[in-house]
């Protein structure tokens, strides 16, 4: 007899649909209005995760690359952190947020392009810290042989 098959009608991009919906819902909804905010982007080599904090670090909206469902190296791009930066900012003008402080961490390639996204909608950004670890000093090395 064989395997059914399941047709499945429209909607193959439910998860991204989704999501945007989700974030709109979100923001409707939220009770919280601030006017400073602090905008953590964590830029990795695969993936750019967005966080949008109140002044304490507790968070209240977070994106990323593959949650916009980016797969793959897509996810590691400047545009897929734009996009991300896009959502992020969207749920910020809702809340009210006027003024940004960011913090960034990490070496990835969407840095530059989610800081541009965010001067874009029109936030003044106070300041921007760079919180990407550097490696000093060396491991000590092996004293030389005796021969």
Do not use: W
Not at 25 to 42: I, P, W
Not at 116 to 142: A, E, N, W, Y
Request: charged fraction near 25%.
């Amino acid at each position: 007899m064989g395997k059914k098959r399941i047709i499945k009608k429209g909607g193959e991009n439910r998860d991204e649909q989704f999501h945007l919906q989700a974030a709109k819902t979100k923001a409707q909804t939220s009770k919280k209005k601030l006017s400073h905010a602090l905008v953590n982007v964590l830029s990795t080599y695969n993936n750019t995760l967005i966080t949008l904090t109140d002044g304490e670090g507790n968070a209240v909206f977070q994106s990323s690359s593959g949650a916009l469902g980016f797969k793959g190296s897509k996810k590691g791009t400047p545009y897929a952190a734009s996009k991300a930066a896009e959502v992020v900012s969207e749920f910020a003008n809702t809340v009210g947020v006027k003024e940004l402080d960011i913090r960034i961490n990490g070496i990835g390639a969407g840095r530059e392009s989610a800081i541009r996204t965010f001067t874009q909608f029109g936030f003044s950004v106070t300041s921007i810290k760079d919180f990407t670890p550097i490696p000093h000093g060396t491991p000590r090395l092996k004293k030389p042989r005796r021969v």
